[in-house]
């Protein structure tokens, strides 16, 4: 009877529909979470994940990559990609990211953004502003806070934020991380207040976070099915406890 059960789930499996799903890389603490508890609604859907930094994956959409939902960092590359019919469905906020400033040595973070002017503190890591909406919102409030210019000697950039959160435990003295990072289990370990700090989301645009269909996935349930769980109460309430706002 094991046997039997065991080789009904193995053609179950190859035969489950498999949907190809690209997150903007601060998504990829909460991703894991978001995918177990949609399989437990939907065991016959595999969600395969690509992740990068929401311009890279924008660019990659547009040259004819096989993804078939966008989950972008920002409304920007979403917004573009329905002007350009290569999204089928308008760009609605699924997530707001916040800012924050992280550490691996305690710091007196009583000074705020001032600390990043200190004589000990040679690098600062940040995502590309180029090509990741957490790089541009790290760059308005540097710049509204006045201290870019001073500081600009001193960054190390990261394509994405992912790899942006390795050069600040890694290769910097501290950097500008996603929020919803540092409620991963792997970052959980660093204290608010003597590791890290929230930035003031009043010195940048809010990060309203994109979801779209793409055209790839024209009347495909599936992908549908995905879509409507991002925007569930289930799926709001698991990014939440990664540290996001929600609509």
Known sequence: MKKIIFLLLTAMSL???????????????AIDALKKEFALQHKDIKVNVILG????????IKHQAPYQLFMSANMKYPNALYQEKIAITKPRIYAQGGLALLSVKPRDFSKGLEILKDSHIKKIALANPKTAPYGEATFEALKRSKLLKDLKSKFIYGESISQTIS??????DIGFVAKSSLFSPHLKQFKKGINWISIDPKL?????QGIVILKNAQNNPSVKAFYDFMLSKKAQKILQAYGYHTP
Do not use: M, R
């Open 15 to 29: 035969f489950a529909t498999q949907i190809q799903i690209a997150v903007a890389a601060n998504v990829s603490y």
């Open 204 to 208: 940048y645009t809010p990060i309203d």
């Open 53 to 60: 930094s929401s311009g890279k994956l924008t660019a990659q």
């Open 167 to 172: 050069y600040a435990i890694s290769a910097a």
